[in-house]
C-alpha cells in the first residue's frame, strides 16, 4: 500500500486523467481539442489579447501558438489583428458562436464533475493545489 507524498501523487494523476478525459470527449463532439479549447475560452474572455500574452497564459512555445491559432483561423474561428508588432486575436462571428455554446457546456460539466465536493471543500482544494504550486515554482 502506497502511503504519503507518492500516494497523493498517483491519487492526484488518477483524478487528473478521469476529468481530462471527460473533458476531452464533450469538446471532441464540438471536433474541438482542448487546446483549441483553451484557446477560444482565453480569447472569449479577453477579447483582442496579443499572441503572446495568450501563449503566456497557455504556458505554450511561440512555435506552439502559432500553429494552434493557425489551426483556428483555418477553421474561421479567429482571426489575428495586426497592432504595431504585435497581433491581436479576435473571435470571428462564427468563434464566439463556438464559444457561447461550449464554455457553458464545459463549465457545467466541470461543476457537475466536481459537485461531490461542497463549495467550501472545491475552495480548500482550489487553496491546496494553489499552495503546491507556489511550492513547486520556488524549487523552479
Not at 504556458?59 to 477553421?75: A, E, P, S
Request: hydrophobic content about 45%; charged content about 25%; proline content about 3%.
Amino acid at each position: 500500500m502506497q502511503r504519503g507524498p507518492v500516494a497523493t501523487w498517483m491519487r492526484l494523476v488518477r483524478v487528473f486523467h478521469r476529468v481530462q478525459g471527460h473533458e476531452t470527449a464533450a469538446l471532441r463532439a464540438h471536433d474541438l481539442s482542448l487546446a483549441q479549447f483553451d484557446v477560444i475560452a482565453q480569447v472569449g474572455r479577453d477579447e483582442g489579447v496579443t499572441q503572446q500574452v495568450l501563449a503566456d497564459r497557455l504556458l505554450v512555445t511561440k512555435g506552439n501558438i502559432c500553429q494552434l491559432l493557425d489551426r483556428l483561423v483555418q477553421r474561421g474561428l479567429l482571426v489575428r489583428q495586426p497592432d504595431g508588432r504585435a497581433n491581436r486575436i479576435v473571435l470571428t462571428t462564427a468563434g464566439r458562436a463556438v464559444y457561447a455554446e461550449v464554455v457553458p457546456a464545459q463549465e457545467a460539466q466541470m461543476a457537475a464533475l466536481f459537485a461531490p465536493l461542497n463549495a467550501d471543500e472545491q475552495a480548500q482544494l482550489r487553496a491546496l493545489l494553489r499552495k503546491l504550486e507556489r511550492g513547486l515554482d520556488a524549487r523552479d
